[in-house]
């Protein structure tokens, strides 16, 4: 990844809608860590699309659960062989319980996902598979979009090329 392909701090702050305290969390409990150029006292920070949708995506969820809880929520995908990326995941919170809606066509008639337990506050039947239809989830893009657009530290034309995803 190159400099300008990345975002840097302070875009990374607006449109992910973060304090600057809560991206250092998170970058101190590895959720997320920025590429780093030049100067090892004081290098140039860049985020990648991806890690600016994984951040707006940890603080949509962070609405309903815990920080605790998105740190389960990525262990579980990691022991099980999953993707722990929560970005490209649809999460359906439900009380202390946290479901992802898996699309795996192949057990299921067609247009039919398949819905696995990944969190709870009491971790207990982590793993279960339900069965669950929601349409899917753009609010993650569109909330960057919307967030780059109002921006007077983002640049607005650097940003739509720079962007990997497109408002829905």
Same mark, same amino acid.
């Given at each position: 990844?190159n400099?300008?392909?990345?975002f /840097?701090?302070?875009?990374?702050?607006h449109?992910?809608? #973060?304090?600057?305290?809560?991206?250092?969390?998170l970058?101190?409990?590895?959720?997320?860590?920025p590429?780093?150029?030049g100067?090892?006292?004081?290098?140039?920070?860049?985020?990648?699309w991806?890690?600016l %949708?994984?951040?707006?995506?940890?603080?949509?969820?962070?609405?309903d659960?815990? %920080?605790?809880?998105?740190?389960?929520?990525i262990?579980f995908l990691?022991?099980s062989?999953?993707d722990?990326s929560?970005?490209?995941?649809?999460?359906?919170?439900? #009380?202390?319980?946290?479901?992802?809606?898996k699309?795996?066509?192949?057990d299921?008639s067609?247009?039919?996902? /398949?819905?696995?337990?990944?969190?709870?506050?009491d971790?207990k039947?982590?793993?279960?598979? %339900?069965?669950l239809?929601?349409?899917?989830?753009?609010d993650i893009?569109?909330?960057?979009?919307?967030?780059?657009?109002?921006?007077?530290?983002?640049d607005?034309?650097?940003f739509e090329q720079?962007a990997?995803? %497109?408002?829905?």
């Amino acid at each position: 990844m190159n400099q300008m392909s990345g975002f /840097t701090r302070q875009e990374t702050l607006h449109l992910a809608g #973060c304090t600057s305290s809560r991206l250092a969390y998170l970058e101190k409990v590895s959720l997320v860590i920025p590429y780093r150029f030049g100067n090892n006292g004081r290098p140039t920070v860049v985020f990648s699309w991806e890690q600016l %949708l994984e951040i707006r995506a940890i603080k949509n969820l962070r609405k309903d659960v815990s %920080l605790q809880t998105v740190r389960k929520i990525i262990k579980f995908l990691d022991e099980s062989g999953y993707d722990n990326s929560l970005s490209n995941k649809q999460l359906v919170v439900v #009380c202390d319980e946290v479901f992802w809606i898996k699309p795996d066509w192949s057990d299921f008639s067609e247009n039919m996902p /398949t819905t696995v337990k990944v969190a709870d506050k009491d971790n207990k039947e982590v793993g279960q598979y %339900l069965l669950l239809v929601i349409p899917p989830l753009t609010d993650i893009v569109n909330d960057i979009w919307e967030a780059a657009r109002r921006s007077e530290v983002v640049d607005f034309k650097s940003f739509e090329q720079r962007a990997k995803a %497109l408002p829905a």
